[in-house]
Nanobody, 127 residues
Framework: QAQLVESGGGLVQAGASLTLSCAVSGRTFDRDSMGWLRQAPGKEREVVAAVSWSGENTYYADSVKGRFIISRDNTKSTVYLQMNSLKPEDTAVYSC????????????????????WGQGTQVTVSS
């Protein structure tokens, strides 16, 4: 069975940086498009970043563009989310998600498109 396990969350002050990791097993990782999702209290789950097979294409939600960087290491079956200049509104449970994909350069912007996801890691940003 597929497993996606996030790590790296925590409590930080506004302006700080934090890097999340997601270790993937039980999947052909280099044929998966990967994404990072988040759900803040009282808000809908959203895709904040996504990346294609080899990192050739990336997507960022407007709210995080210029501050977050998604990357992947296919030799380690791991996807990362580097978060810089964190704001209180970034407070959420962050989870990684995978989608079996058949073309290079493809990523997914809709939560429901992903076929597997992890339990998530809490990121809390204080002001």
């Amino acid at each position: 069975q597929a497993q996606l396990v996030e790590s790296g969350g925590g409590l930080v002050q506004a302006g700080a940086s934090l890097t999340l990791s997601c270790a993937v097993s039980g999947r052909t990782f280099d044929r998966d498009s990967m994404g990072w999702l988040r759900q803040a209290p009282g808000k809908e789950r959203e895709v904040v970043a996504a990346v294609s097979w080899s990192g050739e294409n990336t997507y960022y939600a407007d709210s995080v563009k210029g501050r977050f960087i998604i990357s992947r290491d296919n030799t380690k079956s791991t996807v990362y989310l580097q978060m810089n200049s964190l704001k209180p509104e970034d407070t959420a449970v962050y989870s990684c998600a995978a989608k079996r994909t058949f073309y290079s350069g493809v990523y997914y912007l809709t939560v429901s498109q992903y076929d597997s996801w992890g339990q998530g890691t809490q990121v809390t940003v204080s002001s």
